[in-house]
């Protein structure tokens, strides 16, 4: 945000102004910032810019590394389906305001984003950002024009509607819920940047901080007794559910303990 509204010649300064931010949050790539203080930078950034679609310009000027170790996965990853598994599976290390889910219906892949929390003035800046972002990172990673890509949003056509057409993508609103859509043949389209070891690397830093936001321990469980059984009958051994996971048997066994279960308890 602090670099979008340096088009309008906005600083750094006049942006925070508005809000009681520690000094160094911005230079902390573990800081997270509570939902109040971002919706109070985005109405002082709408305030000062002038400008109502500011979302359409903070999606636009997205890259995958700005979201960390998120962003590296996404960066490592081998096809846009792989992509959008790990958004899925990761996305609180982002962020728990939003969350993301993924569909396929026939020949149409659909992303759909799911609001937790009240953003008040700045949900149209909030919702466009995140489905143009991630709309702009696919595009960039691919190298290609996702020209089918369409985005669906569940708010009221804003006043602005005639600013929108400079994206130079589709968007319908009053839509039931807010979604960016593609040709699901998409999905198998290669990322410019493939790389197993940093991919390997960047999911163990997610499973990390996931674990570390206390988010994990139901669904850990869960994976795991997914996996268990095998579709041709009998059940896979620690060993074999771990790889699955991408995990070590000794961190899963750990992670499994600490959770209060074992996995033979699991399998048993």
Known sequence: LVEVVKRWDVSREALLSAIDLPADALNDPHARIPVATMVGLLEQARRLTGEPALGVFCGLQTRATLYGSLGFALASAPTVRDAIDLSVRY???????????????????ALIIDEHTDFGSVRDIVIM?????????????????????????????????????????????????????????????????????????????????????GMT????????????????????????????????????????????????????
């Open 217 to 268: 321990r139901g669904e850990l469980t869960a994976r795991v007794r997914v996996l268990i059984p095998k579709p041709g009958g009998g059940f896979r051994t620690l060993e074999e559910v771990a790889a699955a996971m991408n995990r070590s048997p000794r961190t899963l066994k750990r992670q499994l303990a600490t959770s209060g279960i074992s996995f033979s308890t699991l399998r048993d």
């Open 91 to 109: 996305g609180k290390v982002v962020t728990t305001a939003l969350t993301m889910r993924f569909r396929v219906e026939r020949q149409t892949a």
């Open 129 to 213: 950002t995140t489905l143009i972002a991630w709309w702009k990172v696919s595009a960039a990673l691919t190298a290609r024009d996702l020209t089918t890509s369409s985005l669906e949003f569940a708010l009221p056509e804003p006043p602005y509607q005639a600013r929108l057409a400079m994206s130079g993508l589709r968007m319908r609103f009053a839509r039931p819920m807010h979604r960016l859509t593609f040709d699901a043949r998409s999905l198998d389209l290669p990322y410019i940047m493939p790389d197993p070891i940093a991919l390997a690397l960047a999911r163990e830093q997610c499973e990390h901080e996931l674990e570390s936001l």
